[in-house]
Every structure is written in C-alpha cells, then in structure tokens.
C-alpha cells in the first residue's frame, strides 16, 4: 500500500484523483484548510499551505510515497513545499498549467522543452499574496514555481504536469461553458480576438486518470497532459448549439479588450507525445466533446 498525500484538491478532478487513489488500496491523506472534508476513506489533515510551520505541525513525522500538490500557485508556496516534504516523500507531482507556455506563440503543438524551468528566473518579492496580482499572473505564478521545484535538483524528484484546458462533469464550477449557453441562447454576440488560435483540452476523467498514473510512474520533469487534437471556439460553441435549438451563435471579433473563455489571441497548443512515449493513452479531444458539454450542461448525450 502506498502512502499518498494530496495537498488541497477536494473539487473537480482534485476529488477524482483521491477517489482513484483510494479505489486503488492507497492510504490518502489530504491537506487544506479545513473549509470542506475530503472524499471518505481519506485521511484529513488540516493546514495552511501558506504556512510552514503550520504544515510541518500538522504533518509530524509523516512520510509519503508521493505528493501531489494540486493548489501550488506561486513561488513562495513551490518554496516552502520544497522545504516541507524534501526527505520527506519520494516523489512531488505538481499540477501546472499550459499557461506556462503564454509566451510562446507557436503554430505547431508545443513541447515541454519550450519552457525549461531550470533558465526561469524566480522573483519571490513580487507580491504573490495579492490576489489581483495572482490572477493576472497565473501562468508566470505557476512557470516561477517550477523553476523553485527544478533548482531543488535530483535530491527533490518532481513533476509539473502542466495541464491543458479541462472541460467535462456536471461540478464544473467555472462557468465558462455557461458564458457560452447564455449567449446562444439570447443571440448575444460571442467575443473572439480578431485572429482567433485553436487550444488543446483535455476532459476532467482523463486528467484525472492521468495524475493518478503519473502518481505511480517514475519520470521526472515537466510534462504536458491533453487530448489528442485542438477545439476551436467555433467547435466548442456547435457543440452547446446542439443543445439549444432555438438560439442562435454570433460572433464578434474584436481588436482590443476582454474575449469569451476559450478564445485566444496566441496558440495554446501542447504536444503530448512525450507522455504518450511513457505509456499513457488519451482520448481525442472531438470524440468526447459531445459528452462533456452535455454532463455540464445537465443535458442528456
């Protein structure tokens, strides 16, 4: 039986993750702050991320197999985590973000290569606990913290799994297929940049299942998780039309100001070959579309 920890995820696929685990015979146990339980069959411990001492006394002398930290922000949090669990788990699985790749523009897929963590330089004087600040800095939040991660050297064995855009579940809490539904619904124009780029995605099981594989596997380093192929906006917006026969998509191209959720000025197009040359599988993004949009929407598929 392994020892696993997770550090907050009690929502969306943080919560598929335990539940995976726990199926699996592993002993969980899950850090927060005390604002929601976990998943039953976990262990709960509760935590300010934010605070080592506060984690190191909740902790103990507890060891683990692996840790997977899936509220890892900022530097300052990657720091301290660093501090916390080094001799203390074999393994740290971060959950990052393709928003590491926000400077790169490329049309082709992007590898992992594109953005190498150890050339990242950290600033851990920005103000990272101003949480204006950390919105409009989310991917570079995420790019310093593995750069923090990475200069812990082969003594820390980590993985930032930089995630692709999640799209699935009836929990999905954040509204932005909703944006959509509203506005095919009522006529209302749909945002985009005037040069609109295609993402690549991902569907919430399979983010899911592929943390809880990375869990159990042995490479190190960044790696990119999404499903075979890239959406548009176009596509995903015929997918919600499906089911709102009577609405109507209009779209809006604008030069300057805020655009829809999933609309975007720059690719974001990840490559995940390398994942798939270490044994995982993933779906194609256009078969399980339908089925995501209908389990948000609350539709039958």
Known sequence: MREVCVIGGNRYFG???IAR???AGDRVTVINRGSSPPPPGAIH?????NDEKSLESALGSRAFDVVIDQVCYTPRQAQTARRVFAGRTR???MTSTVEVYEYEDSAALVPEEAVDPRTIAVDLELPWDEPEFLDTHYGEGKR??????AAAGPGFPYVAVRVAHVLGGDDDFTGRLDHYTDRIRTGE???VPA????ATYIHVEEIADFLTWTAGAEFTGPVNAASHGVLTTEELCAAVAVHLPEGRTVFRSVEVGDVSPFSFARSYGMDNSRATKLGFTFGEAREWLPR??????????
């Open 15 to 17: 919560k598929r993750v």
């Open 21 to 23: 685990l726990i199926a």
């Open 45 to 49: 411990l509760v935590a300010d991320r």
């Open 91 to 93: 393994r740290y699985v």
């Open 144 to 149: 310093q913290a593995e750069a923090v991660l």
């Open 189 to 191: 124009p749909i945002a």
């Open 195 to 198: 040069a609109n780029h295609p």
């Open 292 to 301: 995501a949009v209908a389990e948000t929407l609350g539709k039958d598929n």
